[in-house]
């Protein structure tokens, strides 16, 4: 006799596991978000030039040396627009340096070791970060961050009606955070032109 068919049972369903729902951040949360990891980029780039420095020819070093003032410059300016925007502030520049130094200390460029190819590998590592920077002011500057960096806080306020405290806030005041955006926008746009120009001399160098 034929066999009936077996009913196959339906297969065990375990319970789907509970994942909060997050939001994406909006507003100031993103541009804080943003500007925290172009904060850490901004540190690395800084360990970045002083390698560069240690490793370019004397006549080449000349032309670095003055990127590490605007280097340094910006950073005080993106961290104090970071606490403007973020309960929490920014990071210290200590901290920063020192997470740069983990992502640096096995790079074999520096005042002994001058490897050609490895040379050119930090000029270039460089000047992708300046051109990452670079396009952070630009779009920083066509946001709403270049007319209020604090929307709807009591800082903000005070600064709109001139009553500023001194030190890197200031520098980052209502009326002049759009103006001071695109200088650091083109100040970036010139350092990119120079990693350009080290960049492709020593390419050409290196490649004969």
Do not use: N
Not at 150 to 175: F, K, L, S
Not at 176 to 204: C, F, N, S, V, W
């Amino acid at each position: 006799m034929p066999r009936s068919p077996r009913s196959t049972p339906p297969p065990v369903r375990f319970p789907d596991p509970w994942l909060p729902v997050v939001a994406p951040a909006r507003g100031a949360t993103a541009v804080a978000t943003y500007l925290r990891a172009h904060l850490y980029g901004a540190a690395v780039g800084r360990s970045l030039l002083d390698r560069c420095i240690s490793a370019v020819e004397p006549a080449d070093r000349v032309r670095l040396v003055p990127l590490r003032a605007e280097f340094d410059r910006e950073i005080d300016i993106a961290a104090a627009l970071l606490r403007r925007l973020s309960p929490w502030g920014a990071p210290g520049r200590g901290l920063l340096r020192a997470s740069s130094v983990v992502t640096l200390s096995a790079l074999p460029v520096g005042p002994v070791l001058r490897d050609p190819l490895a040379r050119l590998a930090v000029l270039e590592t460089l000047r992708t970060l300046v051109v990452a920077k670079r396009s952070m002011w630009e779009l920083l500057a066509a946001s709403w961050v270049a007319d209020d960096p604090a929307p709807g806080g009591d800082g903000a306020g005070a600064r709109r009606d001139g009553a500023g405290t001194g030190g890197d806030d200031d520098e980052v005041g209502v009326h002049d955070t759009g103006r001071l955006l695109r200088g650091l926008a083109g100040q970036a746009r010139a350092q990119e032109e120079l990693l350009e120009q080290l960049r492709r001399t020593y390419g050409l160098a290196v490649f004969g």
